[in-house]
């Protein structure tokens, strides 16, 4: 990584989700588990706390 963030503000809204009336990206339970997973990952190996809200992966 480059930038060496403090934090990460992960605001991992489910409004991508297939069923929600809101979003337009159809990704699956699957999917939104996956994009979850990869960005915590992704911080936790860089040392980097997150805040998150609505993770998915964390349920």
């Given at each position: 990584?480059?930038?060496?963030?403090?934090?990460?503000?992960?605001?991992?809204?489910?409004?991508?989700?297939?069923?929600?009336r809101?979003?337009?990206?159809?990704?699956s339970s699957?999917?939104?588990?996956?994009?979850?997973?990869y960005?915590?990952d992704?911080?936790?190996?860089?040392?980097i706390?997150v805040?998150?809200?609505?993770?998915?992966?964390?349920h």
């Open positions: 990584m480059i930038y060496q963030p403090d934090v990460v503000l992960y605001d991992a809204g489910v409004d991508v989700h297939h069923d929600d809101l979003g337009y990206l159809s990704l699957d999917g939104l588990y996956a994009r979850d997973r960005v915590l992704l911080c936790r190996h860089a040392a706390p805040a998150a809200a609505d993770v998915l992966a964390a």
